[in-house]
């Protein structure tokens, strides 16, 4: 800490000293009257542009040193879907159109700054304009941009319009702060859900009969309990003792569940019919991780329940919204099991030096040391407030055997109820 | 509002002169200053969530004496609280220093002068829209100093987490002090607009033809009339948020269950919301890149001693620029869920957007190729900008191909793209502005070498900290983390983020030499002469001292376009606009 402290007061000296040192050049220059300053000297025109050089080498020296550092894909590896490799082969294609004309540009323009700096018995050459130069330019751009957007619409095409026949029904489901996972089952459809059923024990407001019973019950609970609270914070006179604000707020809000509970008797509610109707959320599967089998194509959907939350798994190139009141949906295949993928040499290169590095801050911070391996992991992408840089979910892709013998040991939300 | 020119030898109060003054010239430097407050609160803001981004277990006393001990309780920042500085770095560096600031300060002192004009349109509406902005300037500043905190749910603010502050506590009074500022804002950024864009089409002096219009002006213009068209919008947007967050309404919110259980909203959507935030959102980008593009132009043009190539090239792409801006906002949001089949229509017209800026990064390259190139602070600052306007426009071309975007949406890449090309091209545009404009502002010389030196730090730190920002992206790494320490996967870059912050360190501090040269040269800088950079343009004709009306007897009538520099048989390197043809000349 008083190190950062000093670095931050030398440098404040360092800028200081650099002022007083100007001053003083300023003084001495205006004594010997050679300088104003509206006249840029010979001097700095030459010094300038030279700098203008060393920057562009700087520069340029600097980004080629960040590729070979982190690589172009900052240590994501080949992505581990269909899909993502689509985005990777486009990503690098463009990356092969756009760096030399970034280098070359910002090149062009350091080096003409810095040839044609300033000389009294140099003028300028008189070139207000050149309609074919200009029509060179729009066109080239134009060219290069149509191979763009074709390869790039195509790709886009290919991945949102990509309904796979036999594709797995899984939902994600995004709440402040966390993620759900529910599996569709062996019918592939997931069961009915609505907010208005959202209590702690039905976090994600799936419609059973069972459910609908559990909601009535927690509403009138409610209600009850603030009907108790009220009628215990009155006087002998009747009146109450707590705020006005308070009383309004109680009462809005039992007003809120009693409304509640008329909307779901009245629009979800089918009596005797529920078990029929919402029979396809019986053998749907709730769980806070996500198991994914390898080739095997998959179309999420995604939920919400109070603000926007973004899922997001870098490995896999998949991201999209979850938003409250709508359903997204991304559809996708992976590729690459978890154990093949900390298999790859690449793999255990990087994570030989993440766990130097891991390590090394756990040991100044004076924690155990742990061993961190490869994982997929699904993250929030969209600030969704305190802990959004901690809402995350384990991702796991494996083979369909271990797959279904890790389901197998979760229960259906049918075995749940007959409990 | 045509002055006699007598008018300067009244006597105005000092309250007249400085504070409700309705000379533009005064106005602009109001603008000005206000900025510069602002825009130092808003990299201030930035330094400080730097600290805790590139030494996320080290505690910091200075924070907890500058943001009390609820935003940062022993020297740690709160993960709400850094939420409410990115927030609010955000919405002060675009709104306040790169669109009031920017379009206010040069608008407000070159339009009437440039232009040959005694003043603006409205005078009286000039005023009012500095004092709105002001006003507005002040509440988002006074919303730092609440309990709960700024608003806290990014520059943007999507609902519903900005709607209740059972979500974050920063959507309750900070939300609506910034729903309060922003409203006033739009209605000051209304007026200026209206004032700017009546006062070009109306008071061209004699000969200012509009193709004899200097490319600052053309600028000026195209970037009312988008704000024009593009604020109300965010007006209504921002009303609807007022009502779904006071009066129970539910434009944009529907099915939220919050730790008080179900709310009754239902049937709207955040989307909505979106949708309008971004039909502002994006042409506001260039609200701030155009002035900025117009800037440069001048002083690459005047300080390069050579007419900008292409001048009606360069006009041509302002308008397509500002055209293709209205229709390129749902680039914003490939990733909400929206018709994947509109996503492919926004690719193409935002790539289409890179067309005109080429032309435009090409006329500039061909503007100083064989030019005869003065590095005063202002052409530095020039340079610099087309530099970072090349260099983030180009990684534009990924974010704009939606197919792309699934893999760098709200990654470091989206931080490092828009910082280099939105934030430090209009940034270093408008410190060129300053220092070129300088004399014209205060009568004085800024000092030459500091602000040689502040370019230099600038720049390099500029770009220390933002190239970086794309490699993180690439590594998957999401915006807006209060720290990245829980996922052990980005471990490898813990010594990137410390790079970054010790340049955004430096570079924060760097800027005060530009404060102190600022200062110090207004009050006690050497006289400045009535045409230092040897300019064209109209504003070097007026006298070095304010005065009301802006010149002295007749107004100056024009006879040639702005940029005939080193033009072949002229004895000087410069022609300026109010000087007559030659009886062979040909005008250009």
């Known amino acids: ?419 | 509002m045509a002055h006699d020119a007598h008018d300067h030898h009244h006597k105005e109060s000092f309250i007249t002169k400085y504070i409700f003054t309705q000379d533009h010239k005064m106005i602009g430097k109001q603008y000005l200053v206000t900025a510069i407050i602002m825009g130092g609160i808003g990299i201030a803001l930035s330094a400080l969530f730097r600290l805790k981004l590139g030494w996320p277990d080290d505690k910091f006393p200075l924070l907890e004496s500058i943001l009390g001990s609820d935003a940062a309780p022993d020297g740690l920042l709160d993960s709400n609280w850094y939420l409410g500085l990115v927030t609010l770095h955000g919405t002060i560096m675009v709104f306040f220093v790169l669109t009031g600031g920017l379009s206010g300060t040069f608008s407000n002192l070159l339009i009437p002068l440039q232009i040959g004009a005694r003043d603006m349109a409205s005078g009286l509406l000039n005023m009012i829209a500095y004092w709105l902005f002001f006003i507005s300037s002040s509440l988002m500043a006074a919303s730092l100093f609440i309990e709960t905190g700024p608003a806290m749910a990014g520059w943007t603010v999507y609902p519903p987490l900005s709607v209740l502050e059972e979500f974050q506590p920063g959507s309750g009074l900070g939300m609506t002090l910034w729903l309060l500022s922003m409203a006033v804002f739009i209605a000051s950024s209304l007026i200026g607009g209206i004032n700017y864009i009546v006062t070009i089409l109306n008071l061209r002096t004699k000969g200012m033809t509009m193709t004899r219009l200097p490319l600052t002006i053309w600028a000026f213009f195209i970037t009312a009339i988008l704000g024009v068209l593009s604020f109300p919008v965010l007006l209504s947007c921002a009303v609807l948020l007022l009502m779904d967050r006071g009066f129970g309404t539910s434009f944009y919110m529907s099915d939220i269950v919050t730790s008080s259980g179900a709310l009754d909203a239902t049937g709207g959507s955040p989307i909505l919301y979106e949708h309008l935030f971004w039909f502002l959102g994006h042409p506001e980008v260039y609200i701030i890149l155009l002035p900025a593009l117009g800037i440069t132009s001048e002083v690459i043009s005047t300080l390069s001693r050579k007419p900008i190539f292409g001048y009606r090239a360069m006009i041509g792409s302002m308008l397509a620029i500002g055209f293709l801006s209205f229709i390129v906002w749902g680039h914003h949001m490939f990733m909400t869920g929206m018709n994947p089949f509109l996503g492919g229509v926004f690719t193409f017209t935002t790539l289409l957007i890179a067309i005109p800026s080429a032309v435009k990064v090409f006329n500039y390259i061909t503007t100083i190729w064989k030019g005869n190139v003065i590095m005063t602070p202002a052409m530095l600052f020039s340079i610099g900008s087309v530099s970072t306007f090349i260099s983030g426009g180009i990684t534009g071309i990924i974010l704009a191909d939606s197919a792309l975007d699934i893999s760098q949406h709200d990654t470091y890449f989206v931080v490092g793209h828009f910082h280099i090309v939105m934030g430090m091209t209009a940034i270093l545009a408008m410190f060129a502005g300053v220092y070129h404009w300088f004399p014209k502002l205060y009568g004085k010389m800024m000092n030459l070498r500091m602000g040689m030196v502040h370019f230099w730090f600038t720049i390099v730190c500029g770009y220390g900290v933002f190239i970086p920002m794309h490699f993180l992206g690439e590594g998957g790494m999401p915006r807006r983390y209060y720290e990245n320490t829980n996922f052990p996967m980005f471990d490898h870059f813990l010594d990137l983020n410390v790079l970054i912050s010790i340049f955004a360190t430096i570079g924060v501090i760097a800027q005060v030499i530009f404060f102190f040269n600022f200062i110090y040269s207004s009050f006690r800088g050497p006289k400045a002469s009535q045409n230092p950079w040897n300019a064209n343009s109209l504003e070097w004709t007026t006298p070095v001292e304010h005065i009301h009306g802006n010149w002295y007897g007749e107004l100056p009538v024009v006879y040639r376009w702005p940029y005939d520099y080193s033009k072949p048989g002229k004895e000087n390197d410069f022609v300026p606009q109010n000087v007559p043809l030659d009886a062979d000349e040909e005008e250009h």
């Open chain 1, 1 to 419: 800490m008083e190190n950062k402290f000093i670095i931050v007061v030398v440098v404040a000296l360092f800028i200081i000293a650099l002022m007083q040192l100007m001053k003083v050049y300023d003084l001495a220059a205006k004594i010997r009257g050679e300088k104003s300053e509206e006249k840029v000297t010979r001097g700095e025109n030459i010094f300038n542009a030279n700098m203008l050089i060393v920057f562009m080498l700087t520069y340029f020296g600097f980004i080629i040193w960040l590729i070979f550092k982190y690589g172009m894909n900052g240590g994501l590896f080949d992505a581990a879907s269909v899909h993502g490799q689509e985005i990777d082969s486009l990503l690098l294609f463009n990356w092969w159109v756009i760096l030399p004309v970034f280098f070359l540009t910002n090149g062009v323009l350091f080096v003409f700054s810095w040839k044609y700096y300033y000389r009294q018995e140099r003028k300028a050459l008189y070139f207000p304009h050149d309609n074919r130069l200009e029509l060179i330019w729009t066109i080239v751009p134009a060219v290069a941009l149509s191979a763009i957007v074709i390869y790039g619409l195509k790709t886009w095409n290919d991945i949102m319009f990509n309904d796979q026949e036999g594709a797995k029904v899984v939902e994600v489901y995004g709440f402040q702060f966390g993620w759900w996972t529910r599996y569709s089952g062996d019918d592939n459809v997931l069961g009915k859900a609505d907010y208005k059923l959202i209590t702690a024990s039905n976090p994600l407001g799936v419609i059973t009969s069972e459910n609908i019973q559990n909601s009535y019950n927690y509403l009138d609970g409610e209600v009850e309990k603030i009907n108790l609270l009220l009628s215990e914070s009155k006087n002998d006179e009747g009146e109450y003792f707590l705020s006005a604000n308070n009383v309004d707020s109680l009462i809005g809000r039992m007003e809120r569940f009693k409304r509640q509970k008329y909307r779901i008797k009245s629009a979800i509610d089918r009596g005797d019919q529920n078990d029929s109707v919402y029979k396809s959320a019986n053998d749907d599967v709730l769980v806070q991780e996500l198991h994914l089998i390898k080739d095997q194509p998959y179309a999420m959907k995604f939920r919400s329940k109070d603000v926007i939350h973004c899922p997001w798994v870098p490995h896999l190139r998949m991201q999209i919204n979850a938003v409250p009141g709508m359903e997204t949906s991304f559809n996708f295949t992976p590729t690459t099991t978890t154990q093949e993928m900390r298999a790859k040499p690449e793999v255990i290169e990087h994570y030989r030096v993440i766990n130097e590095i891991h390590n090394e801050r756990l040991k100044k911070l004076g924690e155990k040391e742990e061993k961190v391996e490869f994982n997929y992991l699904l993250m929030c992408n969209k600030i969704c407030g305190a802990a959004h840089s901690n809402m995350k979910m384990d991702v796991v892709i494996e083979t369909a055997e271990e797959f279904n013998s890790w389901i197998a040991e979760k229960q259906t939300y049918a075995q749940k109820a007959s409990e």
